[in-house]
């Protein structure tokens, strides 16, 4: 049985596929735009769906790891192509690794993240703290 994970699967439109084993399509509850489609058609159930990320799907990702609402990021994407909405991608990365959440960029990487002993129990991630960058004394 799987804890509560919140896990996200995004990809871009240039990826082709979800590139995820079928075994793992039903633990992900949570997708951007034309991918949620894909997973709900795969499993025949909804899935929560955000906006396509060139369209803020990409912030509401982020937001919703911010709220501590996303606890995994699946991400694939087509190396070989340039992103029109690149920096949307790389400010959700920045928001993935200050919340210290799992990120799979591969389907390598997501098989080893999604069969991890560490996914069958309780896990604490240690956030970095940042105190002093909250409560700094701003120049006006």
């Not at 735009?33 to 906006?51: H, R, Y």
């Not at 606890?71 to 790389?90: G, N, R, S, T, Y």
């Not at 928001?95 to 960029?105: E, G, L, Q, R």
């Amino acid at each position: 049985m799987w804890p509560s994970w919140h896990m996200i699967i995004k990809r871009t439109s240039s990826s082709n596929g979800l590139f995820i084993t079928e075994q793992h399509y039903r633990i992900i509850n949570y997708a951007t735009g034309t991918t949620g489609s894909m997973l709900e058609k795969a499993i025949d159930q909804p899935v929560t769906k955000f906006l396509s990320g060139p369209l803020g799907g990409d912030q509401q990702i982020g937001a919703s790891i911010a709220e501590g609402r996303i606890d995994v990021l699946i991400f694939f994407w087509d190396p070989m192509e340039a992103q029109p909405h690149d920096p949307d991608i790389k400010a959700l990365l920045r928001v993935a690794a200050t919340w210290n959440i799992p990120v799979a960029c591969s389907r390598a990487t997501a098989d080893f993240l999604l069969t991890s002993p560490l996914m069958h129990q309780e896990y604490e991630a240690i956030l970095t703290d940042y105190s002093s960058y909250t409560n700094r004394k701003l120049g006006v």
